[in-house]
């Protein structure tokens, strides 16, 4: 079984350029995920979405930051424009259903600085 | 708001057992979650608990007493390969959906 698929791996941009970012999680999951996790710290969400639906993105500055899952597969994190904060590594993850056991499958993330 | 309380390092030898606890504030606790991080890498699932008392699961258990707010990783027979975070994740259930919250996640060494 495919895992969950990120790219690019590494992104290196200057301030208030933008960036976006793909994710392709595995086959089937319903529920999607796009986490920051700053150096140090564990990953926070961003945004939640249920098929091509957000059903969380309380966490998502969304004055910078923007998300898509068209058709409820591939799923886009766009930042613009981008700050010296936002540099982090951007994990994306995958689960069956969005409730009880079932575990979240991460990709293996993009590394995004902003110089 | 949610809280979560994780030692930030903790060192070991090759061979020990090391807990490394947890403790939690949080709403719509529904169960908790430990993933392991290796450095540059994505973090992959070890355990998951709801109800109270112990899972094992190999060299890993784990612990959930959802009245204390309080679980902890237990991992026996240390090896090298065992030096990573690992990532304490409350699981909370809003309108019908789960998220994890995660914890800053504890960094442990194994040492030869």
């Known amino acids: 079984e495919a895992g969950v698929a990120q790219s690019p791996r590494y992104k290196i941009i200057e301030k208030r350029q933008s960036v976006a970012f793909w994710c392709n999680p595995i086959s089937g999951h319903a529920t999607l995920y796009w986490y920051q996790q700053i150096l140090g710290q564990g990953p926070k969400l961003l945004i939640q979405?249920?098929?091509?639906?957000?059903?969380?993105d309380s966490q998502l500055p969304k004055d910078r930051f923007s998300a898509e899952r068209l058709k409820g597969v591939d799923s886009t994190l766009k930042i613009q424009p981008a700050k010296l904060e936002d540099s982090a590594v951007y994990l994306c993850a995958s689960s069956f259903l969005a409730g009880d056991t079932y575990e979240q499958y991460f990709g293996p993330g993009t590394r995004l600085t902003v110089t | 708001g949610q809280n979560i309380d994780q030692p930030t390092e903790m060192t070991a030898t090759e061979g020990a057992i090391v807990q490394i606890n947890c403790t939690y504030q949080?709403?719509?606790?529904?169960?908790l979650f430990w993933y392991q991080q290796h450095a540059g890498e994505a973090p992959t699932f070890l355990s998951y608990?709801?109800?109270?008392g112990l899972e094992e699961k190999g060299r890993f258990s784990s612990f959930l007493s959802r009245s204390k707010g309080y679980s902890y990783l237990l991992l026996k027979e240390l090896q090298m390969k065992d030096s990573a975070s690992y990532l304490c994740a409350p699981q909370i259930l809003n309108t019908g959906f789960q998220k994890l919250v995660f914890g800053t996640g504890t960094r442990l060494l194994v040492s030869p």
């Open positions: 608990n709801v109800l109270d």
């Open positions: 979405f249920q098929n091509n639906g957000v059903v969380d």
């Open positions: 949080t709403s719509g606790f529904n169960g």
